[in-house]
């Protein structure tokens, strides 16, 4: 298709608006090129704005501030052990050459600004190379009021990083809510929490405070706003549009009516993936019946599929499909299901064991949720899985989402989402499994418990089980015992938090066709873009951190074609 009668022209149409797209909007913007955004659904933000927006920046500036060191080597030598065969070193060169300056760049042109963690181990701890902290950064807590009336505009973050109905948290506001009677700093610091909520239910359906991953979207979207980039919503992309073989532009529906958006130097693709389509998950996923994804439902593919009618081409070499994540479901009333992701509140801590439906543990409760599901995409027998724990467990660390010491465990019984008994064999009977086996897994652990060490799966042996134990219990932070009365269960489901497969790109964020030449004016970025840790998931932030970075990289390559054709032009 060849363009005709545009209604609207830019030098560069981005779809989508999570931190990739937002990222090459606000790069090519402050490039001087002229930016639209549009996004499917009504909410700007994407699955970041859901997201717990930790950003995996190896070599970040911000990591000195905070006693940390990195190197190059150190980095290449740890993703050369968890990646193997699959890593690609000009991705990988890439990332590692421009996260760092992603991060510079937002700090000096956009509100988008980060704090390195001092203390979070890579996921792989004990390999060579793994840092223990100062990669992962995350974003800087934002006042939604910044952003007035387009406050509301912004997509809500998942249920479970709020309380008391709209208050956003992280782990250190619920540590200082759970403990607010035991210590004046912790009262005070929730005291001080609980009346800004307060003020703000007076005026906003939510707490203005934002935190995590919302935090990153309002920060970019506010940056977006401050550059006057046009972001419209509720505008669903079609096919691209071509010129010998070019990308000039994009169809759009806006609102039942058809536009040719034109393209002067190129298209970015930010979709989001294909996380929420159910037939494309059939396609890739194991399990697919029973997976479900905490990204947004707006996530169905369109961007690689636009992409592969115009001649791209998706990778098919990745080690898995998807980032996975243990997901419990809660069905309301309506049949609509609540989803809790069991990414790093409950099993890590002391008193809690993960058996398959045979009463058997199968894997380290502690590890990375990546790796959980893949020890329940190994076990035919772990699909679902349950994760069990005693009443003492239940009311100190919550589980799922039943939060700690606030929530009675009676509704979520109720409503069956919540499995429970007086004792551990009647339990086994609920849940339908060996009783005999439910006993011998429990008795492991209370004997775990009791040295320190986990025989059979190692948890609590690595630097990141520990890092997310609880640090006050001894002699391990992730070994206690099962065994006061009533005794719970979740059930859990293989999921995810993200697509990992998607189109090939190359080190200049282009999509790459069958040729492995680029599809000229075209590309992606995000989780349309295929994981450059192809379906690995080796620190916190490794969703993000690229994201950005090769929207960062997507922005630079669409600045300096520009300029060559101004450049062309001008000889000519």
């Not at 934002?142 to 008391?164: E, I, T």
């Not at 990778?315 to 809790?340: H, Q, Y």
């Not at 893949?374 to 239940?394: K, Q, R, S, W, Y």
Request: charged share 20%.
């Amino acid at each position: 298709m060849t363009m005709t009668n545009p209604a609207e022209t830019y030098d560069v149409v981005v779809i989508g608006s999570g931190a990739g797209g937002l990222s090459a909007a606000l790069t090519a913007a402050v490039s001087g090129l002229s930016v639209a955004v549009f996004e499917k659904s009504e909410f700007v933000g994407g699955s970041t704005a859901v997201s717990g927006g930790a950003v995996w920046i190896p070599g970040n500036r911000l990591m000195e501030g905070v006693g940390c060191h990195d190197s190059r080597a150190a980095v290449r030598a740890y993703l050369a052990a968890t990646l193997g065969k699959r890593l690609k070193t000009d991705i990988i060169e890439a990332f590692l050459e421009n996260g760092p300056e992603m991060v510079d760049f937002m700090a000096a042109n956009t509100q988008v600004k980060f704090a390195a963690r001092s203390l979070s181990p890579d996921y792989q701890s004990e390999v060579t190379g793994a840092a223990m902290g100062g990669r992962t950064i995350d974003p800087l807590p934002f006042d939604a009021r910044l952003l007035g009336r387009n406050f509301n505009k912004l997509r809500p973050p998942l249920r479970s990083f709020m309380v008391l109905g709209g208050m956003m948290v992280n782990t250190k506001d619920i540590k200082a809510l759970l403990n607010a009677f035991s210590s004046v700093s912790d009262f005070a610091h929730s005291t001080r929490l609980v009346l800004k909520y307060a003020i703000d239910r007076l005026r906003h359906r939510r707490g203005t405070r934002l935190l995590l991953g919302n935090a990153l979207a309002a920060r970019l979207y506010r940056s977006a706003l401050d550059r006057n980039i046009p972001i419209l919503t509720g505008v669903t992309a079609g096919d691209l549009v071509l010129d010998n073989g070019k990308v000039v532009g994009v169809n759009v529906d806006v609102q039942g009516q058809v536009r040719i958006i034109a393209a002067r130097v190129g298209v970015v693709l930010a979709t989001g993936g294909f996380p929420a389509n159910v037939s494309e998950r059939a396609n890739f996923m194991p399990n697919a019946d029973n997976h479900r994804t905490m990204a947004p439902a707006d996530n169905v593919g369109e961007g690689i599929s636009m992409a592969l009618r115009a001649g791209a081409r998706m990778e098919v070499g990745n080690k898995g499909a998807a980032l996975w994540a243990p997901i419990s479901r809660l069905t309301m009333p309506d049949g609509k299901e609540r989803l809790c992701p069991h990414l790093i509140i409950d099993r890590q801590k002391p008193g809690l064991i993960a058996v398959d439906q045979k009463g058997k543990r199968f894997v380290n409760e502690a590890t990375a949720y990546h790796e959980f599901v893949e020890a329940m995409h190994g076990n035919p027998d772990a699909v679902p899985a349950f994760l069990i724990c005693d009443a003492v467990f239940l009311r100190r660390y919550g589980l799922g989402l039943v939060r700690a010491k606030y929530d009675s465990p009676r509704p979520f019984v109720r409503a069956g989402y919540l499995l429970t008994a007086q004792t551990l064999g009647a339990l086994a009977d609920v849940l339908g499994i060996d009783r005999n086996n439910l006993a011998e897994a429990v008795a492991g652990m209370n004997e775990a418990a009791d040295t320190g060490v986990d025989l059979v799966f190692g948890k609590g042996s690595t630097r990141y089980n520990q890092y997310l134990g609880d640090p006050d219990h001894k002699p391990n932070p992730c070994l206690g015992p099962i065994s006061t009365a009533p005794f719970y269960a979740v059930k859990v489901w293989p999921g995810d938090i993200g697509t990992a497969t998607g189109l090939v790109v190359d080190d200049h964020a282009r999509v790459l066709n069958g040729a492995n030449q680029p599809v000229d004016g075209l590309f992606a970025c995000g989780n349309d873009m295929n994981s450059i840790m192809a379906g690995s998931y080796p620190a916190a932030g490794i969703t993000l951190g690229p994201a950005l970075t090769f929207g960062y990289i997507a922005g630079r390559t669409l600045a300096q074609a520009a300029t060559s054709e101004k450049r062309q032009a001008i000889n000519s």
